[in-house]
């Protein structure tokens, strides 16, 4: 009994030291140490840093005279399955990279021009959007608490310059129009979830809400599990959902074993869906571990099956086998995988010879932006600041 006493007053004081860990700023996707790492990789013309570097230059999303596309003269951003309809979609997915993208570009070479991009798109949306609208309006809620919380940390903890009054009325935005609609997750595909997921992170650490990103963080171990097959850890058959069971399929995939160890639910559906999941997966982990959580461990043989099967199609270097969604694959965007990779591989030496193969084919990329969730990767986790390389 006195063992069981000591136990639980270990935990509750482990719980509460977790709940006042100060937030580390900035704190979502890159941290102060990474941004300035990859600055100074950038300084010393480093690979892979600069040749990224050189593209994001170049890029749509960094030009000096970046041309605002939203949000609608109405305030409401309206959203349908297909973009039908799409009224300010697409436009907030570019603005909010661009967004993202100068932010980063601001702190790694100190032209004012691009914080003041980034400062105007985003308060362009904070003063003036006021609602998402019809049946996708929580994915796009999910998908712009991806992108803008990432530009947002960037900018706020520069010497940008971005006025108190424009943080706070960025940080309601965040909490009224987007966190109600992420909040509680999704029943549907994982990779609505799992972008909420994300999203929620973002929000959490930039309005300093620990309680929240805790809940989050939550929300993430019951869904990596369910999405992501692992031979090993499951068995022969897959993790139940961990909401609204029986709406979701696996796409007629029905091999559970180890000739499909890290497939994906939404695999056999396509891979650009599948890989919005991974990317969501990956970069609410890198947020985790910035804040000190440890996402990336608890599923390490996981994750690390899920990005070398699924690099593994991405190189095509041999046909389908039929064990594998009736051996038909329906290819789509695939950057997802290096903040993956700069985890098990750089950080903590795991072999990923697809995923690195992968890589080497994105690095040939001009312009590796999906807008929904990924931007660059290789530019900000090409390598970790701890000094390892790819």
Not at 197 to 205: F, L, N, R, S, W
């Amino acid at each position: 009994m006195q063992l069981r006493r000591s136990l639980v007053v270990l935990l509750v004081t482990v719980s509460g030291a977790a709940l006042a860990q100060p937030m580390q700023h900035p704190g979502v996707l890159v941290s102060r140490q990474q941004l300035d790492f990859v600055k100074q990789q950038v300084a010393q013309k480093t690979e892979p840093f600069y040749g990224e570097y050189q593209k994001a230059m170049a890029s749509q999303y960094a030009t000096l005279d970046y041309k605002l596309q939203g949000p609608p003269p109405t305030g409401i951003i309206d959203c349908g399955p297909y973009s039908r309809p799409d009224h300010g979609c697409h436009a907030e997915d570019a603005d909010a990279t661009a967004a993202y993208l100068q932010a980063l570009l601001w702190w790694i070479n100190g032209d004012r021009h691009y914080a003041d991009n980034s400062i105007r798109i985003m308060n362009a949306y904070s003063h003036q959007l006021t609602a998402y609208t019809s049946s996708n309006a929580p994915l796009q809620a999910a998908w712009s608490a991806e992108m803008w919380p990432r530009a947002a940390e960037i900018i706020r903890y520069s010497p940008a310059g971005w006025k108190p009054e424009d943080v706070q009325a960025f940080g309601a935005m965040l909490t009224k129009i987007n966190l109600p609609l992420i909040r509680d997750g999704s029943p549907k595909n994982g990779n609505w979830e799992l972008s909420m997921i994300e999203g929620m992170m973002g929000i959490a650490v930039f309005i300093n809400d620990r309680p929240l990103l805790n809940h989050a963080e939550g929300m993430w171990h019951e869904r990596v599990p369910a999405y992501f097959y692992s031979a090993k850890l499951d068995g022969d058959h897959p993790r139940p959902l961990p909401r609204g069971e029986g709406r979701t399929t696996w796409y007629g995939q029905t091999t559970f074993d180890a000739t499909t160890n890290g497939v994906a639910q939404e695999t056999c559906r396509d891979l650009g869906h599948t890989g919005y999941a991974l990317s969501a997966t990956m970069a609410a982990a890198e947020t985790a571990h910035i804040q000190g959580a440890k996402l990336y461990e608890s599923e390490e043989p996981r994750l690390i099956a899920a990005l070398e099967f699924h690099a593994h199609l991405f190189l095509r270097q041999e046909p389908v086998p039929k064990t594998v969604c009736g051996g038909t694959i329906h290819y789509g965007a695939g950057y997802t995988f290096g903040i993956g990779y700069n985890e098990y591989h750089n950080r903590l030496g795991q072999p990923m010879a697809e995923t690195r193969q992968w890589l080497d084919k994105v690095l040939a990329v001009p312009e590796p932006v999906d807008m929904h969730t990924t931007v660059f990767e290789l530019l900000t986790h090409g390598a970790d600041a701890d000094g390892t390389k790819r």
